[in-house]
Structures are given as C-alpha cells and as structure tokens.
C-alpha cells in the first residue's frame, strides 16, 4: 500500500469516530452548548470540513473551497443558512452561535463533513510520491510536508470528536458504549 493511500484511508476513517459521537444529536440540539465547553456539534462540523478543505488547498493549489457547502465570508458567529457554513462563522478563532439558523441542518452537516474527508483522501492520494515531502506554509507560518498536513487532519479531526464527547457528557446523553 502506498503512503498516500494509509493516509486517505486513516482521514476516511475520521467519518466514523465522527458518527459515532453524534448518536443523539438532532436539528434540535446540534447547536447547543455546555458550560465551559468551546464548541457545539454544528460548529465543530463546520470547523472541521473547512479546514481540511484549506488543507487540500495547500496540498493542491488548485483545489476550490466547494460553494455548495461554504459562503465565503459571513461574520465570526454567523451568516450561514440550512445548506452550507460561513466560513468565518467557523474559522479558527470564531465563536459558535446557539442559533441554528446560522448552520446547516444535522444531516447536510455531516454530508459536508464527510465530503471534506473525501476531498482530502483524493487530494493526497493525487500526490506523486516526489511531492510527498515538498514543504507547505500552515498556521502561523509553520512548514509542514504534504504527508504530514494530510495526517495532520486526522489528529485534528480526532480532538474535534474529543470535544463532542466532552459535549455528550455535559448534556447528559447516554454512553455510546452503552
């Protein structure tokens, strides 16, 4: 198996950690917060797709942030609508907002969520094994190599669900191990 390929399917595989957590979770609820916790299920979605899709952009230049699931701009706690996220509602930095008209719907936030992991898979799955170590500016100005930004949004993903486990708990929902 090629590299690119364990790293395409270890971001696939986020989509089920992701499912898992969000037993429970309904148009009603997805955008509630608990006291003392950063982010609600919508946000999180929202965050995560983003930034893969900034990722990809970075892998390949030529990769469009897909204006079927995101608005360009919008304000750091709102201005999306029941089919796509604003992206500055969910930007690094932003802060989620209980209302859920400023999100997509549950099921159209996980269907962008997990178009996101497939646009990362394919992304770097394309990436000849010569570019597998180019360097690409993230964050700050930090140098990565391709490869390590894929796997980069595994571990992101993986603290994302961390939170909305956090949040279950706080919401007092049942165990997923139950």
């Known amino acids: 198996m090629r ?3 364990a790293i ?3 971001v ?3 989509r089920q950690g992701m499912a898992r957590y969000l037993a429970g979770f309904d148009d009603t609820n997805h955008t509630k917060q608990a ?3 950063p982010n609600h299920v919508a946000w999180s979605l929202g965050h995560l797709a983003l930034t893969m899709h900034r990722a990809c952009q970075k892998i390949r230049t030529d990769h469009p942030l897909p204006a079927s699931d995101s608005i360009e701009g919008g304000t750091t706690t709102g201005g999306g609508d029941p089919k796509r996220f604003a992206t500055e509602s969910v930007s690094f930095g932003s802060r989620p907002a209980p209302d859920p008209t400023q999100y997509p719907a549950l099921a159209r936030s996980i269907e962008i969520y997990s178009s996101a992991c497939e646009a990362v898979a394919a992304v770097v799955r394309a990436v000849p094994d010569a570019e597998l170590s180019t360097l690409v500016e993230w964050g700050g100005g930090m140098q990565l190599p391709k490869y390590l930004m894929a796997l980069r949004m595994m571990t992101h993903n993986g603290m994302h669900v961390g939170q909305v486990a956090d949040l279950r ?3 007092g929902f049942k165990s ?3």
């Open 35 to 37: 006291p003392g916790l």
């Open 3 to 5: 590299v690119q390929d």
């Open 176 to 178: 997923i191990f139950a």
């Open 169 to 171: 708990r706080a919401l």
């Open 12 to 14: 696939l595989s986020t």
């Open 8 to 10: 395409a399917e270890g």
